[in-house]
């Protein structure tokens, strides 16, 4: 059961909700615009604007399996 419940917490706490992506999209817009206005005012090397990843961005890492973990997966045991 408590098991159970980390997984429930961390779903919840992981999800990606409209008040992030609000709050995302607002800090990109302001990061940009305070660029913007350094460059117009004269500043020559001012970076990148910030980009925060959003959790479709990413992508899941592949792993490539040995053959005995592909036969204990086929044959039903646990990876060890």
């Known amino acids: 059961?408590?098991?159970a419940m980390e997984w429930a917490?961390?779903?919840?706490?992981?999800?990606?909700?409209t008040e992030r992506e609000f709050a995302a999209t607002s800090i990109e817009l302001t990061h940009a615009l305070l660029l913007t206005t350094l460059r117009v005012n004269g500043a020559k090397n001012v970076g990148r604007?910030?980009?925060i990843t959003r959790p479709w961005e990413k992508t899941p890492e592949k792993t490539m399996?040995?053959?005995g973990e592909f036969a204990r997966?086929?044959?039903?045991?646990?990876?060890?």
């Open 9 to 17: 917490v961390r779903e919840r706490e992981d999800r990606w909700t």
């Open 65 to 67: 399996l040995t053959m």
């Open 73 to 80: 997966q086929v044959m039903g045991a646990r990876r060890g």
């Open 1 to 3: 059961m408590l098991v």
């Open 49 to 51: 604007p910030i980009h």
